[in-house]
Antibody, heavy 123, light 106 residues
Framework: QVQLQESGPGLVTPLQTLSLTCTVS??????????WSWIRQHPGKGLEWIGY???????YYNPSLKSRVAISLDTSKSQFSLKLSSVTAADTAVYYC???????????????WGQGTLVTVSS | DIQMTQSPSTLSASVGDRVTIACRAS??????LAWYQQKPGKAPQLLIY???SLESGVPSRFSGTGSGTEFTLTISSLQPDDFATYYC????????FGQGTKLEIK
């Protein structure tokens, strides 16, 4: 059974960089054509896709966040990471990591999710 | 960008009811649509992918239909565990979620 677990600071100062890591267990992060993904949810709101990284290392980002986002993969640690720069209060949200599966599609849906971690941007 | 619009935003129903949630895409997404269930304080859970394929372990009372721009999620007989918020997601062009439908107990 694949499991994902987010980790990182729960409080980030405005204009600094938010950094989160997702540790994957129960499956190889470097095999199988999966997209390793970050999705966030503002308090009381809906889901917003941030971006994903293909197992090969190719990255895809939400155009609205692209200038501030970087997702990377560390296969040796079975982890992938999110960096979001120049954060403001509008970036306060629960951040989820997820595995994207494609079945027969060109792009992924999300079949395994982490439990989520609340990140608050405040001084 | 492809916009996803769900209706209704809130739905009140009783145990045993048959309910339907609609999701409309701003342009054709073929059949590349997924449905998720989210309970308070929990991560979303995949129910349906490719518009109508039931994820393993999901009860058969959940079903999905549609293609192009119009999609529906149906729960054939509501159970107490089904009261939650439901989201659709298109994956034809990157990823966009609908705004969610909250299913409440009447």
């Amino acid at each position: 059974q694949v499991q994902l677990q987010e980790s990182g600071p729960g409080l980030v100062t405005p204009l600094q960089t938010l950094s989160l890591t997702c540790t994957v267990s129960g499956g190889s992060i470097s095999s199988g054509g999966y997209y390793w993904s970050w999705i966030r949810q503002h308090p009381g709101k809906g889901l917003e896709w941030i971006g994903y990284i293909y197992y090969s290392g190719s990255t895809y980002y939400n155009p609205s966040l692209k200038s501030r986002v970087a997702i990377s993969l560390d296969t040796s640690k079975s982890q992938f990471s999110l960096k979001l720069s120049s954060v403001t209060a509008a970036d306060t949200a629960v951040y989820y990591c997820a595995r994207g599966d494609t079945d027969s599609s060109p792009l992924p849906f999300f079949d395994y999710w982490g439990q989520g971690t609340l990140v608050t941007v405040s001084s | 960008d492809i916009q996803m619009t769900q209706s209704p935003s809130t739905l009140s129903a009783s145990v045993g009811d048959r309910v339907t949630i609609a999701c409309r895409a701003s342009q054709s997404i073929s059949g590349w649509l997924a449905w998720y269930q989210q309970k308070p304080g929990k991560a979303p859970q995949l129910l349906i992918y490719q518009a109508s394929s039931l994820e393993s372990g999901v009860p058969s009372r959940f079903s999905g239909t549609g293609s192009g721009t119009e999609f529906t999620l149906t729960i054939s007989s509501l159970q107490p565990d089904d009261f939650a918020t439901y989201y659709c997601q298109q994956y034809n062009s990157f990823c966009t979620f609908g705004q969610g439908t909250k299913l409440e107990i009447k």
